[in-house]
């Protein structure tokens, strides 16, 4: 689907990148040429990581950083700068997230996820966002989720936090585009992860059973499918696109929107019937 050159030569940083999706599209940018920082907490993690990426023939560094952290962040974006000379793309992809009924949170709960998910890609947006405007080009992902919008009972620390990443996507949009720097996101639906499901669709609640049955195209995401929108995003053929939150969900959020979908469990027969009411009338 890209040219095989299409990231050559572009440095980026992945936070959360020894894992699940941010490893899936750590995987695609290496092959597509990128050379790459990926960052989390757990530097065994990142290492393993950093070895497989290093097999498409590209630079890795593997950079432990908790992102809540500003130091640390300020310090994994000088060791990348003087490793690589500059940031051309910042991927901000860690998070933390657990369900739990709202009244059962601490103030520590709320704060931790808001932490990470939120201050976290602010932290990082801000540090790597002045060697971006130094160059005046830059381009920085966001992984949201459609609960940004929607809102969404359990999870109610990451729905606030991911709605501030989604506020934050759009404000950057309009006033860093003069610095040459373009922001989007990426909304995810559920494509399945360890880190994800383990917190989320703990096994014995048949979650994941419902999941499937309340996405219009019956299936979870694939995560090359994820990668290659992140591709196109960070890449200069989306150079118009900025701002912009993308969902890639099988239309699941559209599906709990519309008031009338839960008609689909009317069967066949029922609408014939309907039909043939309304024609004898007339
Ligand atoms: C209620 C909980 C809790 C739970 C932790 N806490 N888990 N409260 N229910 N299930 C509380 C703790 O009691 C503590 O509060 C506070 O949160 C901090 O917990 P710690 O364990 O000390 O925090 P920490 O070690 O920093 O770990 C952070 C973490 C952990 C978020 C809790 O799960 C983590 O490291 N996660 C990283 C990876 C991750 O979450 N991946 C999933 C992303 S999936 P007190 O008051 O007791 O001190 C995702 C999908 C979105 O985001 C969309 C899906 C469709
Ligand atoms: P994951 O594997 O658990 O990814 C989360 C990553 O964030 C881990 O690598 C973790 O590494 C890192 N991280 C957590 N806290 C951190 C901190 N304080 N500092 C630095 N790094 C930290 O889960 P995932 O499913 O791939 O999630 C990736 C992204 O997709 C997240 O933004 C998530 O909200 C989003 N998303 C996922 C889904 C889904 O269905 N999977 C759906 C919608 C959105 P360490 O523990 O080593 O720090």
Redesign the pocket.
């Known amino acids: 689907m890209f040219d095989v050159q299409l990231l050559k030569g572009k440095k980026i940083v992945v ?2 990148g ?5 490893k899936s599209m750590a995987t695609r940018f290496a092959e597509l040429g990128a050379d790459l920082v990926i ?4 530097q065994n ?1 990142i290492d393993e990581t950093a070895k497989d990426l290093r097999e498409h023939g590209v630079k890795v560094l593997a950079i432990s ?4 952290d500003t130091e640390q962040v300020e310090s994994m974006v000088e060791q990348t700068v003087s490793e690589f000379g500059t940031i051309d793309i910042l991927l901000n ?5 657990f369900i739990s009924p709202t009244e059962n949170l601490s103030s520590n709960a709320f704060r931790t996820i808001v932490d ?1 998910v939120l201050n ?1 890609t602010f932290h990082c947006t801000q540090a790597v966002g002045k060697v971006m405007r130094k160059n005046k080009s830059g381009v920085i992902l966001n ?1 949201v ?1 459609t609960y940004a919008w929607t809102g969404s009972g359990y999870v109610v620390p990451s729905a606030c936090a991911k709605a501030g990443v989604l506020a934050m996507t759009r404000s950057l949009a309009v006033e860093w585009a003069k610095y040459g720097i373009r922001t989007a996101a990426i909304a ?4 399945p ?4 499901w383990s917190r989320l669709a703990p096994p014995g609640l048949g979650i994941e059973k419902k999941m499937k049955e309340r996405i219009p195209l019956k299936r979870v995401g694939e995560h090359i499918e994820l990668a290659n929108l992140a591709t196109y995003l960070i890449s200069d053929q989306a150079a118009y696109i900025n701002g912009e939150v993308v969902t890639i969900d099988g239309g699941e959020w559209l599906k709990g929107a519309g008031e009338m979908n839960e008609l689909e469990k009317i069967p066949k027969a029922a609408w014939k019937l309907l039909q043939m009411k309304r024609k004898k009338k007339k």
């Open positions: 936070t959360g020894g894992t699940g999706l941010g960052t989390s907490r757990r993690v950083c908790d992102v809540r992809n860690a998070a933390g997230n990470i976290g992984i989720t995810p639906g559920p494509f992860t360890k880190g994800a």
